[in-house]
Nanobody, 121 residues
Framework: QVQLVESGGGLVQPGGSLRLSCVVS????????MGWYRQAPGKERELVAS???????NSADSVKGRFTISRDNAKNMVYLLMSSLKPEDTAVYYC???????????????WGQGTQVTVSS
């Protein structure tokens, strides 16, 4: 079994910062691309940022220059450093990981339960 658990969400003022963390546990052969998605009320879930196993990053235009994704392969963790937060960033943020559980199985996507980020004055 594989489990992803996010933490670090909360209420912050516009212009503030938050650091989200996600730890992956369970039986894992290899973890490939990891990412953060978010979903605001009435909107589709969207990719915020992703990072490959080798550290190549990608981010949505709406967060470029403000959010930074990083990972620690030894700890099997991925982080999202958010700064200059705006009310529009308010959403449930989900951790995602492409994981191969054994050498005899294909890769699959796994998701965390989500953590609420609310940006409000």
């Amino acid at each position: 079994q594989v489990q992803l658990v996010e933490s670090g969400g909360g209420l912050v003022q516009p212009g503030g910062s938050l650091r989200l963390s996600c730890v992956v546990s369970g039986t894992i052969f290899s973890t490939y691309t990891m990412g953060w998605y978010r979903q605001a009320p009435g909107k589709e879930r969207e990719l915020v940022a992703s990072i490959t196993k080798d550290g190549t990053t990608n981010s949505a235009d709406s967060v470029k220059g403000r959010f930074t994704i990083s990972r620690d392969n030894a700890k099997n963790m991925v982080y999202l450093l958010m700064s200059s937060l705006k009310p529009e960033d308010t959403a449930v943020y989900y951790c995602n990981a492409d994981i191969r559980r054994s050498a005899f199985r294909s890769r699959s996507d796994y998701w965390g339960q989500g953590t609420q980020v609310t940006v409000s004055s």
